[in-house]
């Protein structure tokens, strides 16, 4: 059962196949062979027939995806017509007979009058071109363009669907095959509608040719007089032209109530229950055209009966709606409170990212929950922490989410940015971190476990919690529970500070600039200067711990090297020359900037190892040297001795940086034009292998 059942939509389709290619063929051969009176009249109401199907259809669809035939239907039924109106031709020139239908609908047309049946086949045809087939193609043009112009968007909305989980898999793949027929669709349509316009003007074309030859067979060959003449070729190229002009009129009309129809929000809506739910869905505009009708009727000289009848039919119309839409606005209300309950699950199921999050164990949940809600590290050292960050660098930093988890060790601690472990740490709530070396503590009679700072890896003190005032006191800072995490925390966002610093922020920034400096901005931004490159410059200036705070400045310096200059890195380079205040007092302690010197060897090697390409310069240093300079700097720059700045070329400052970053994160490097003519530089070594 199950295979027979499979095999009969094959064979029906097989067998549809057959009959159009076969009807095709024929068409093409009726403009070839002969046709008898009967058969042109039988064809003739076939296509009457297949023009009002196409129009009932186009009416009962709730949106072009279920008539993805229709284009070529239309290209079908305008050769139909075409092959239809030179075999009329042929029997009207040769037999001044063409069947009955043609016949009729002359005589009820003319009706005696030439004139008037000529004038209302022309008026059928201007509607058909210049209104109808000439809005249609028109709405077929925007459509297809507006579609194709989508696409990219749709699909990446897809995506980022199915991505977060919002869809399935097969329901993407839907999704996906939905907008690739839309596309084809109202390419198909922007291509056919140029059929029904081609069509409209053969009919003219042709009607002409009818009532020319005939006049001109009648005269010349059967000796009719030319009244004759006229009145019976007359009467059969109306009559030809009318059955031909109105099936053509219906396909243009479904034609055009396919391209205009806008999918409804509910599945199997119809053309006329969406006009009907659409036009008398408010009773007040009833009840007011029902007035204005009511005005009509009460003018001297207008017929008052009709307006009267149509008033009282819009004024018992809105009295229906309005007694039935209160139980129908019950239930929109109600479906609409469940969709949004169904939307708020939804994105509670796939939330946003979470840009900064700590998670503790069970040992430290006191540090991120207290007795009132949040603990001290939310409510105290998360604050001064965002301050600072501003202050040093000139980026927000994002709400951070702490919670206690029971997968973690109880004394452990996880930092993650956008939900990506990037460090963690043990935190003994008993005890606190000194930040030294344990002999340094010693000194001051504190005993502790030497242990290293896990932000920096210098050597630092384990210590009791009631030491932290006596170490203080003597220069030693000494960080708490909340504390520690809340400094492991600061160094993690500094190193990844780039990721807090996207095309919004940028914006906000820009925001509160223009404010203070309106033509700043305005000459700036987007011209020359696009958004998305300057988010990509202050991005390279936060990563490498230069603040974008003195925002005027970096705009200023954009807005002279950016019309020359296009590529960011090099930009960013520029703008750092430009900061080169900023950038010399956020490191200079009392006007003296201690550093230590790249030897010009190590210059010449990472020099000689810059390959430039069309898509960007990089480095391409062979393992050992880079190895050799690295541990070089190891030597140089100890986490020990503090945060430590290397002195360099500025063709060669972006590579030695990029060659250090990963294994000496905390590692600053500048170039010589990057130094204020004020400061004093104090050589503290050099980095030579």
Not at 542 to 570: C, F, K, M, Q, W
Request: aromatic share 4%.
């Amino acid at each position: 059962m199950g295979t027979t059942a499979r095999a009969q939509p094959s064979t029906a389709r097989r067998m549809a196949d057959v009959v159009l290619a076969t009807v095709i063929l024929l068409v093409v051969g009726m403009m070839i062979v002969p046709l008898p009176t009967g058969l042109l009249d039988v064809l003739i109401a076939g296509n009457i027939s297949v023009a009002v199907l196409m129009l009932l259809v186009a009416m009962y669809i709730s949106g072009g995806l279920e008539f993805t035939a229709f284009p070529t239907i239309l290209l079908v039924t305008t050769l139909y017509r075409l092959a239809l109106n030179v075999s009329s031709t042929r029997l009207i020139l040769l037999q001044a007979d063409a069947g009955d239908v043609i016949q009729a609908f002359g005589n009820f047309v003319v009706q005696g009058n030439y004139v008037v049946g000529a004038v209302v086949f022309l008026i059928l045809t201007l509607i058909q071109f210049l209104v109808i087939a000439k809005g249609s193609e028109r709405v077929a043009e925007v459509g297809a363009r507006f579609t194709l112009d989508a696409m990219p968007g749709k699909q990446m909305s897809i995506d980022a669907e199915l991505r977060s989980g919002a869809i399935s898999q097969d329901e993407a793949r839907r999704r996906r095959s939905n907008l690739q027929r839309e596309s084809q669709f109202y390419g198909a349509m922007d291509g056919a509608m140029k059929f029904v316009k081609g069509d409209a003007i053969a009919g003219i074309v042709i009607t002409v040719v009818n009532v020319l030859g005939g006049l001109a067979i009648g005269v010349a060959q059967r000796g009719m007089s030319a009244g004759d003449a006229l009145a019976t070729y007359g009467l059969l190229t109306i009559g030809d032209g009318l059955v031909s002009q109105i099936p053509a009129l219906l396909i243009s009309t479904a034609a055009g109530l396919v391209v205009t129809r806008v999918a409804s929000e509910q599945e199997g809506s119809t053309l006329g229950g969406d006009v009907a739910a659409q036009v008398f869905g408010d009773p007040r505009a009833l009840t007011i055209a029902a007035v204005f009708l009511l005005v009509l009727a009460a003018v001297p000289g207008l017929p008052a009966l009709p307006f009267l009848v149509l008033a009282i039919a819009f004024f018992v119309t809105a009295r229906h709606l309005t007694r039935a839409v209160a139980p129908e606005e019950v239930t929109a209300v109600v479906a609409k409170e469940e969709a949004a309950r169904e939307t708020k699950a939804r994105q509670a199921m796939v939330p946003l990212m979470v840009p900064v999050s700590v998670e503790v164990g069970s040992g430290l949940a006191e540090v991120v929950a207290g007795e009132g809600g949040s603990g001290p590290l939310l409510e105290e050292e998360v604050p001064l922490l965002r301050d600072r960050l501003f202050l040093d660098l000139g980026v927000a930093l994002p709400g951070v989410r702490a919670r206690a988890t029971a997968h973690l060790e109880p004394e452990r601690y996880v930092i993650a940015m956008q939900e990506v472990p990037l460090a963690s740490g043990v935190v003994r709530p008993t005890m606190a971190l000194a930040l030294d070396a344990p002999g340094v503590v010693a000194g001051l009679g504190v005993d502790g476990e030497g242990t290293t700072d896990p932000a920096t890896g210098a050597p630092a003190t384990w210590v009791p919690l009631e030491s932290i005032e006596l170490l203080e006191a003597g220069g030693i800072p000494a960080l708490g529970p909340a504390a520690l995490v809340a400094h492991h925390l600061g160094a993690v966002v500094r190193r990844r500070a780039g990721q807090l610093v996207g095309i919004q922020e940028a914006q906000s920034m820009l925001d509160q600039l223009e404010r203070a400096y309106p033509a700043l901005v305005r000459n700036v931004v987007p011209k020359p200067v696009a958004i998305a490159l300057l988010t990509d410059v202050l991005r390279r200036l936060v990563e490498e711990g230069v603040s974008v705070r003195p925002l005027r400045e970096i705009l200023e310096a954009l807005a002279t090297y950016a019309p020359n200059e296009r590529d960011p890195v090099s930009l960013t380079e520029l703008v750092r020359a430009s900061l080169r205040q900023q950038i010399t007092h956020q490191h200079a302690i009392d006007g003296v900037l201690p550093v230590v010197l790249l030897d010009p060897a190590i210059e010449e090697a990472v020099r000689d190892a810059i390959q430039r390409t069309a898509s960007g310069s990089y480095l391409a240093l062979p393992p050992a040297v880079a190895r050799d300079i690295l541990e070089a700097f190891k030597l140089e720059c100890r986490p020990e001795d503090g945060p430590a700045i290397v002195l360099t070329q500025a063709d060669v400052r972006r590579f030695v940086r990029r060659l250090v970053e990963v294994e000496l994160p905390d590692v600053t490097v500048l170039s010589y034009q990057e130094l204020a003519p004020e400061v004093t530089v104090q050589p503290l070594g050099r980095v030579a292998i």
